[in-house]
């Protein structure tokens, strides 16, 4: 796993790797991102099953996967504390992991979920569809 690089300006929401991968809406704006981009291991995860789901090989997603470049970030404690004290009770899991690694990275974080684009949390939310 890469050491934890602060200068990456961009975290990635599941929905937004998904779109990169499968070539949905929104993807040409995330795919130049990849470089100096970030994803919460749960995010990772949430990807991964994804990929499961819709009939890729588990070997062949996960290389896929590793061979984006991405850097993956452990969620660790702070992480935890972070997500569990955000206050949208409607946000699951991968959601909070998501904010709580861009809050702490203090960066843009990119999305496919509408619902994102009226959160406020001192962070920029980019909607790419």
């Known amino acids: 796993m890469a050491r934890p690089d602060n200068s990456r300006s961009a975290v990635l929401d599941a ?3 998904v779109a ?3 070539g949905e809406p929104g ?10 981009a970030v994803v919460s ?6 990807v991964h099953m994804h990929l499961l789901r819709r009939g890729v090989k ?3 997603a996960w290389k896929g996967l590793q061979d984006l470049g991405v850097e993956v970030c452990p969620f660790d404690a702070e ?3 972070l997500a569990g004290e955000i206050e949208y009770p409607e946000l699951p899991l991968g959601d ?9 990275r203090k960066a843009k974080v990119y ?3 509408q619902a994102w684009k009226d959160l406020d949390l001192g962070i920029e939310v980019v909607v790419v569809r």
């Open 15 to 17: 929905t937004a790797m």
């Open 20 to 22: 990169i991968l499968f």
């Open 27 to 36: 993807n040409e704006l995330v795919l130049p991102l990849l470089q100096n």
């Open 41 to 46: 291991a749960v995010n990772l995860a949430e």
């Open 58 to 60: 588990a070997d062949l």
């Open 79 to 81: 992480q935890a504390r």
């Open 96 to 104: 909070r992991a998501c904010l709580a690694l861009a809050i702490l």
């Open 111 to 113: 999305t496919t979920d």
